[in-house]
């Protein structure tokens, strides 16, 4: 897997659905409408947006994006880190609760030009074929791209599906 095509880290990219993208900021991108993530986005706040990784096909890998252009969690205004927070809880929870993992990594590393956590799910497969721990999250996410199907893409936009139904369902900011 070339690490050019992570987190906009390239001009290019390609979605697991096979769209070919062109940006200079993939969260901006994606923001403006001008990348379309997989399934839609699951939430929009005034803040933020959630929304499936674009280019790793993996169910639950949801991506938290912050809508300033900024690349530390230390420049985040109080009012979106709360919003990043609830969000976040809130897709852990949907995850949790409709019983698609049973724990989740989040990861956010400042090396990207646009400010975004990573909710990666933990399923055993990848303990079974990888190991334990953040070290594995690469050599995970190039499997998972090299080695998807059909059912596997059906099942990421199944579980994009259903984590949008949860946030509707409950109001993130109570």
């Not at 969260?27 to 947006?49: F, H, N, Q, S, V």
């Not at 956590?117 to 334990?132: A, D, L, R, V």
Request: aromatic fraction near 12%; glycine fraction near 8%; charge should be neutral.
């Amino acid at each position: 897997m070339n690490d050019n095509n992570f987190a906009g880290n390239s001009k290019t990219s390609v979605d697991f659905l096979g769209n070919v993208w062109n940006y200079d900021c993939m969260g901006c991108a994606i923001l403006r409408g001008d990348m379309k993530i997989p399934g839609g986005i699951i939430y929009e706040g005034k803040y933020t947006i959630l929304g499936a990784d674009p280019e790793i096909p993996i169910p639950g890998f949801l991506i938290v994006n912050v809508k300033r252009h900024i690349n530390s969690f230390s420049e985040l205004n109080k009012e979106e880190r709360i919003e990043i927070g609830n969000v976040i809880s809130y897709a852990e929870k949907a995850l949790k609760e409709l019983n698609f993992v049973k724990e989740v990594t989040l990861v956010q590393e400042e090396r990207s030009k646009h400010f975004h956590i990573w909710i990666f799910p933990n399923y055993s497969w990848m303990t079974e074929k990888f190991g334990k721990g953040i070290t594995y999250l690469r050599a995970i996410s190039g499997y998972a791209q090299k080695n998807a199907n059909k059912d596997d893409i059906k099942e990421v936009l199944y579980v994009v599906e259903k984590t949008r139904e949860y946030f509707k369902k409950h109001n993130i900011n109570e």
